[in-house]
């Protein structure tokens, strides 16, 4: 038809993991917390009324950017938040890449990165990791306006030491984004990179760590001047009312979090030994799901054999992971079946 800009016309979407219908399989392919949102959240949605629902949403999440100031310890006018953390990350692409400003990242990496650089029309720089997932020293040179590093990765899992951010930080002329969306299962954060340079951004989510990813909330960190650019290009509303209020009693509630993160950081301890006990290489990770090297098997093979049998992975037919699941760390249950039928289908 040619409605379209010829960009947006020869873009395929994103396209996120797939979502069964049927409630009894065992869902381990989009890094879904296993467990509830914190029982303060619940309260919260209890007590939500008509008026807030007639009323427009505070624009600026204020409450929520006061609270996460509390618990990060920097201004609420360093917090932007947004519907999920993709949001945000299309917020960055439009308020700082176009045709002559390139966007860069390290591959295999976020599969939602290139695609909203081609929505947006600008030069995508993609460089490859090596093997052991260390950050590209080839980074620094591209002369890109926007340069994003998930860390920790996905969907390797692996991170990335602060100091050699903060080495990328200082090379590059232009914004480093930070994407944080894992960093709660992670020994350590880059949270300090906002206070020491005017050009980071940190990006967290209330999906993996909160356990609220069918909230849709996200948040980022950075210098005041970055987050009254960012707030040019949102939404009016971009928040809802009910988002916002149960976002702000999720992080208020850091003891539940705490706990819960705990436990899965233990399940995932658990699940890598004995994935790697059937003779698969796991790499380290600091995510809530880990990345597996299939080499007795081929990757889609297996990953067809698990759905026959009622559990759903990732499986990326793209460079660098064709040879690879991505696991996402259940309850300790949901992980002994895995493992019983990954066992099955590998003596088979």
Partial sequence: MGYFRPNVEKT?????????????????????????????????LRSIDAERLRR??????????????????????????????DELLAMAVRAFCDQQRPLAYPVPTYSLYPVLGRL?????????????????ARLADTGAALTIVCNPNAPSGTLVRREELASLADELKGVLLIDEAYV?????????????????????????????????FGYAMARPAIIEGLMKVKDSYNVDAIAALLATAAIQDQQYHRQVVEKVKAARA????????LGLHVLDSHTNFV??????????????????????????????????????????????????????LLRS
């Fill in 12 to 44: 395929s979407g994103y396209v996120p993991g797939f979502q069964p219908k049927d409630l009894g399989v065992i869902k381990l392919n989009t890094n879904e917390n296993p467990y509830p949102p914190s029982p303060k959240v619940m309260e919260a």
């Fill in 56 to 85: 427009y949403p505070d624009p600026l999440c204020q409450q929520f950017r006061e609270a996460a100031s509390e618990v990060h310890g920097i201004g609420p006018d360093h917090i932007i938040c947004s519907n999920g953390a």
């Fill in 120 to 136: 947006q029309d600008c030069q995508v720089v993609e460089i490859p990791f090596d093997q052991e997932f260390n950050l590209p």
């Fill in 184 to 216: 709660d299962f992670a020994p350590c954060d880059c949270l300090d990179l906002v206070r020491e340079f005017e050009n980071v951004i940190v990006l967290r989510s209330l999906s993996k760590g909160y356990s609220l990813a069918g909230l849709r």
């Fill in 270 to 277: 658990e699940l890598t030994r004995q994935l790697r006990e």
């Fill in 291 to 344: 990345l597996v090297n299939c080499t007795s098997r081929p990757a889609p093979q297996l990953y067809e054999g698990l759905i026959r049998m009622g559990i759903y992975v990732r499986y990326f037919d793209l460079p660098g992971l064709q040879d690879k699941l991505r696991i996402s760390v259940g309850t300790p249950e949901q992980n002994a079946r895995l493992v019983g039928a990954l066992r099955e």
